[in-house]
């Protein structure tokens, strides 16, 4: 039917990639301890030694101003982004973002054209949904293999048991990953 590799793929029309774009996580910025009000901290995203892009976050009651660049006029823009906080059944709060265009509780922004969206209001993919059946098994093979400490790829001998790991567990992830690797040859 479909030789490797003939999955779908990305076509000059197509949507971007999420992964190419800059996201803003409101869980790491929790995580951190930056969600207090009157708090400010710089996010920059680099590749390599190429600066991407630099936004300024200064955090408010129930918002979050961002303020960057824009990349075509080189003016400085500031966004506001609502902030939302649900209940957690053990206790505690969780935070979210507002997404700009759709007001849809989100907990990553990314940042593709000029204004901070959702990844779908971006208009963004992921990776992982233009593979074919061989390259998500081949992928998810690689996965399993990386979590028992063997070196990735489908081609490569089986390791040994990894220390710690219980042997029932051990057999299981094995017969998965059996699976996933008759799957993609």
Same mark, same amino acid.
Request: charged fraction near 25%; aromatic fraction near 8%; include cysteine.
């Given at each position: 039917?479909?030789?490797?590799?003939?999955?779908?793929?990305?076509?000059?029309?197509?949507?971007?990639?999420?992964?190419?774009?800059?996201?803003? !996580?409101?869980?790491?910025?929790?995580? !951190?301890?930056?969600?207090?009000?009157?708090?400010?901290?710089?996010?920059?995203?680099?590749?390599?030694?190429?600066?991407?892009?630099?936004?300024?976050?200064?955090?408010?009651?129930?918002?979050?101003?961002?303020?960057?660049?824009?990349?075509?006029?080189?003016?400085?823009?500031?966004?506001?982004?609502?902030?939302?906080?649900?209940?957690?059944?053990?206790?505690?709060?969780?935070?979210?973002?507002?997404?700009? @265009?759709?007001?849809?509780?989100?907990?990553?922004? @990314?940042?593709?054209?000029?204004?901070?969206?959702?990844?779908?209001?971006?208009? &963004?993919?992921?990776?992982?949904?233009?593979?074919?059946?061989?390259?998500?098994?081949?992928?998810?093979?690689?996965?399993?293999?990386?979590? &028992?400490?063997?070196?990735?790829?489908?081609?490569?001998?089986?390791?040994?048991?990894?220390?710690?790991?219980?042997?029932?567990?051990?057999?299981?992830?094995?017969?998965?990953?059996?699976?996933?690797?008759?799957?993609?040859?």
């Amino acid at each position: 039917m479909g030789a490797s590799g003939s999955g779908r793929r990305p076509t000059p029309g197509s949507r971007p990639l999420a992964e190419q774009a800059t996201p803003l !996580d409101i869980r790491r910025l929790a995580r !951190d301890g930056m969600l207090v009000p009157g708090r400010s901290l710089h996010c920059v995203w680099r590749r390599g030694e190429q600066l991407l892009r630099r936004v300024d976050v200064r955090v408010e009651w129930g918002a979050v101003l961002l303020t960057y660049k824009h990349t075509a006029t080189g003016q400085d823009v500031t966004q506001c982004v609502y902030t939302q906080t649900t209940a957690c059944s053990l206790g505690g709060h969780r935070s979210w973002f507002t997404c700009h @265009y759709c007001a849809k509780r989100v907990a990553v922004l @990314y940042s593709h054209g000029e204004q901070f969206g959702c990844r779908r209001c971006c208009g &963004l993919r992921y990776a992982s949904q233009t593979e074919g059946a061989r390259q998500r098994a081949a992928r998810q093979a690689s996965k399993i293999r990386r979590r &028992l400490g063997w070196t990735a790829g489908a081609l490569e001998t089986p390791g040994e048991k990894p220390k710690g790991m219980h042997w029932k567990t051990f057999w299981r992830v094995s017969a998965e990953l059996d699976a996933f690797t008759l799957g993609s040859i």
